[in-house]
Nanobody, 119 residues
Framework: QVRLVESGGGLVQAGGSLRLSCAASGGTFSSYTMGWFRQAPGKEREFVAARGWRADSTYYADSVKGRFTVSRGNAKNTVYLQMNSLEPEDTAVYYC????????????WGQGTQVTVSS
């Protein structure tokens, strides 16, 4: 059974940094796309960033470009989201999600980790 577990969330002041981690178990993920999404109170879940199975395949929402960096761990079952220059608008629950090659939707989701940015 595939399981995704996020960690690294917390409370940070505006301008600060956090690094989120997502560790997967129960499968082989070398060909998966690994993504990050977030959901703020009262808002719909939105895409943040994703890392494909190719080293040059990274994707970012416009709102985080230049501030966030998505990367995969050497073990291929971990994905990170380095978040710099955080803004209060980045406050949300952050979820990692994996999508198998060729799939239109993300197959697996983590339980989420809270990120709160104070002004």
């Amino acid at each position: 059974q595939v399981r995704l577990v996020e960690s690294g969330g917390g409370l940070v002041q505006a301008g600060g940094s956090l690094r989120l981690s997502c560790a997967a178990s129960g499968g082989t993920f070398s060909s998966y796309t690994m993504g990050w999404f977030r959901q703020a109170p009262g808002k719909e879940r939105e895409f943040v960033a994703a890392r494909g199975w190719r080293a040059d395949s990274t994707y970012y929402a416009d709102s985080v470009k230049g501030r966030f960096t998505v990367s995969r761990g050497n073990a291929k079952n971990t994905v990170y989201l380095q978040m710099n220059s955080l803004e209060p608008e980045d406050t949300a629950v952050y979820y990692c999600a994996f999508r198998s090659m060729g799939a239109n939707e993300y197959d697996y989701w983590g339980q989420g980790t809270q990120v709160t940015v104070s002004s």
